[in-house]
């Protein structure tokens, strides 16, 4: 609060007609002050305007009692002219000095109603006070801002007050949120469209931090504020958005529109996925060798994974990733420094493909997968059926990747189950089967070591970096044996269910008690759960050498970065310079 300091007279006038108002605060310790200066204009105005608002609300106590609201300025033709004068007087205050600005600041907005006339003059008059040199006029003009917001001229306060937010005094923040949210509970709709211009049209600055204010503010607000219409505008201005975005931007927009009531249906969650399709450019070919386009598949699909349900499938994403991306897989360029990015790929599809639905390339995605399986497991080595195997002879078994894609042909699988049948020729089949033999004999080998170290190991033993690269390690191994004893039937069966070594474990009712198996041990120590950010959250990946497993581990977080950026552009488009300073 400015310490301004009005004649006495006003604050007698307004304590005796408004003795609990917070009209003007202070009253008493101003009239105790005193006040001596040349510029008593706007101050002698505000106490001619009280006077009459004094005698007005004494009229209407008389006749309605003490409950009507405090009333506007009698501006009847007789005394129209000498209030208008007196108005702008109050309006001249804003060239005085700071008590004169901070009077201003305050009583503009109450006065306002009063002088429709004088409307504009008021707001403009009370912009240039939200951008004095005086941080303290700042916040006050800012504090009494939200008394402007009602009909017509909701939508440009607003305005204003998202541009306010490119402030970088903390506490005039709060204060822009603090208005921000006031004025959504007159109205959210036209407060939105007043961030949505902005955030459109506005500089860089202004545009994050609304997109921000939107991200963290619109979930703390009631639903009878949120309605069905608003969500409905915040989905289709957000579209609108989503054409020229950020990574970050892209992250958030996500956030706002997935907490959306309206977007939490069968159909809500359908519209979310066609729109980060889109924005995934699934229709393209996907250039391995170009990071922005690498990095904008793997953020869109982080956040689309969330929204897969039997109900909304992620057909069109696994598509995509089996037609256009495997096949260039090892020419893929991360777009992240430590990064996995075979590895990550990979996660992402077996992620996804428990929500494949039934479609006409089902049986070509298989193929690709059958392909891609094969490159990861090695034909055996000779002299591997005696054990007599030179060690540098010995290929390399890739764990890691090849969980991700058994898991997916196993998942893809089930829908054609016929596929090793009838789809495979007898030499390829031949072939898969001894190669999933060798394999499966490394894993026994790995398995066995794995839980003779973990034995009898709890708790604190099991925090251990060592003992954490194990659990992991034995996870995996697990998961591979599950998976190829299945494709080992005759027929393949596709019965088994597992729990990818990266997620945590779906607890389930079980009818009967069964003995842990080694897998389980010291489960609860390692696992973590997946934020539904797409942020990664710490992964254990265990890619060990043939004949020992390995102890390096590589953990890694895989970050959001503002990046896709294409020239001067936000990246996932082109967006022309917008103008600099005030726009309202």
């Given at each position: 609060m400015c310490a301004c300091s009005p004649p006495g007279v006003t604050a007698v006038y307004v304590s005796a007609a408004f003795p609990r108002s917070d009209f003007l605060p202070n009253y008493e310790a101003w009239t105790r002050e005193g006040y001596e200066s040349p510029h008593v204009g706007p101050f002698v105005a505000v106490n001619r305007l009280f006077i009459v608002l004094l005698s007005?609300?004494?009229?209407?106590?008389?006749q309605?009692?003490?409950?009507?609201?405090?009333p506007c300025v009698d501006t009847g033709r007789s005394s129209s002219c000498k209030h208008r004068n007196a108005?702008?007087?109050?309006?001249n205050g804003v060239k005085g000095g700071p008590k004169e600005k901070c009077l201003a600041a305050q009583f503009i907005p109450k006065?306002?109603?009063?002088?429709?006339?004088?409307?504009?003059?008021?707001?403009?008059?009370?912009?240039?006070?939200c951008e004095d040199e005086d941080v303290s006029i700042r916040r006050q003009a800012i504090k009494e801002l939200p008394q402007f917001a009602a009909g017509e001229n909701l939508p440009r306060v607003a305005d204003i007050l998202t541009q306010l937010l490119q402030t970088d005094d903390a506490a005039e923040f709060n204060q822009v949120n603090g208005a921000l949210l006031s004025i959504f509970k007159t109205d959210a709709k036209g407060t939105l469209g007043g961030l949505f211009t902005q955030i459109l049209q506005g500089e860089d600055i202004v545009r994050e931090r609304a997109i921000k204010f939107l991200s963290?503010?619109?979930?703390?607000?009631?639903?009878?504020?949120i309605t069905k219409e608003a969500e409905d505008y915040i989905f289709t201005e957000s579209k609108k958005v989503l054409e020229d975005v950020t990574g970050e931007e892209f992250v958030l927009l996500m956030q706002i529109l997935s907490g959306l009531k309206s977007l939490k249906t069968v159909s809500g969650r359908q519209q979310l996925v066609e729109l980060v399709a889109d924005q995934a450019f699934l229709d393209q070919t996907l250039d391995p060798s170009d990071t922005d386009s690498v990095d904008r598949l793997l953020q869109c699909t982080r956040q689309v994974l969330p929204l897969f349900s039997k109900n909304v499938h992620s057909t069109r994403f696994v598509t995509h990733f089996c037609c256009n991306v495997l096949p260039s897989l090892s020419m893929l360029t991360s777009p992240v420094a430590d990064l996995d990015i075979q590895l990550e790929v990979l996660k992402l599809l077996a992620e996804m493909?428990?929500?494949?639905?039934?479609?006409?390339?089902?049986?070509?995605?298989?193929?690709i997968l059958f392909g891609k399986l094969l490159e990861y497991m090695p034909v055996p080595p000779e002299g591997a059926d005696n054990g007599n195997v030179a060690v540098d002879k010995e290929p390399k078994l890739q764990f890691s990747c090849v969980e991700c894609l058994l898991f997916s042909f196993h998942q893809l699988g089930k829908k054609k189950p016929d596929f090793l049948i009838h789809k495979v020729n007898t030499e390829q089949l031949k072939d898969f089967k001894i190669r999933l033999q060798y394999?499966?004999?490394?894993?026994?080998?790995y398995i066995r070591q794995l839980r003779a170290d973990l034995q009898g190991k709890t708790g604190d033993a099991l925090k251990t970096e060592e003992n954490k690269i194990k659990v992991v390690a034995l996870k995996i191994t697990n998961n591979i044996s599950?998976?190829?004893?299945?494709?080992?039937?005759?027929?393949?069966s596709y019965k088994s269910s597992i729990c990818l070594s990266w997620k945590p474990v779906q607890k389930t009712e079980a009818t009967g008690q069964k003995r842990p198996s080694g897998e389980e041990i010291g489960a609860g120590a390692e696992m973590k759960t997946r934020s539904a950010l797409p942020k990664r959250d710490a992964q254990q990946i265990y890619n060990p050498p043939s004949g020992k497993y390995s102890a390096t581990i590589s953990n890694f977080r895989f970050e959001e970065h503002g990046g896709f950026h294409r020239g001067r552009g936000r990246g996932w488009g082109f967006q022309g310079n917008r103008g600099r300073g005030r726009t309202y």
């Open positions: 007005t609300e004494r009229r209407r106590r008389g309605m009692g003490n409950t009507a609201a405090p108005y702008q007087m109050i309006l006065f306002f109603r009063c002088f429709p006339e004088l409307a504009d003059a008021a707001l403009n008059t009370q912009l240039d006070l963290s503010k619109l979930k703390t607000l009631p639903e009878d504020i493909s428990p929500f494949c639905g039934d479609h006409d390339k089902l049986e070509s995605n298989l193929m394999f499966a004999r490394g894993l026994q080998v599950v998976l190829i004893k299945d494709l080992f039937h005759n027929p393949p």
